[in-house]
């Protein structure tokens, strides 16, 4: 009896941990992206006649903070379903 009240209290924290750990990664992704964004347009209102180079590289920064924080939310999935 006391083995099924462990196992379940353990479930629980790992449910708890999974939503957790996409909501942080969640946040992070949005801080970071905001912050390329206004380095961004910073950088085009300084030097506007480099506004091609400054948005293709903030489009492949962007995309791979995407793609960390997906591989994240990813992992905490695993966690919750498997």
Do not use: H, W, Y
């Not at 924290?13 to 999974?18: I, K, T, V, Y």
């Not at 300084?46 to 903030?58: F, H, L, T, W």
């Amino acid at each position: 009896m006391l083995t099924l009240a462990v196992l379940l209290e353990v479930a629980g924290l790992a449910n708890l941990g999974a939503g957790l750990g996409a909501g942080i990664a969640a946040i992070g992704a949005g801080l970071g992206i905001g912050k390329i964004g206004s380095s961004a347009m910073e950088a085009i209102a300084r030097q506007p006649e480099a506004v091609g180079d400054i948005r293709s590289n903030m489009i492949v920064a962007a995309a791979l903070i995407e793609g960390v924080a997906f591989f994240a939310v990813v992992i905490c999935f695993l966690i919750l379903f498997v």
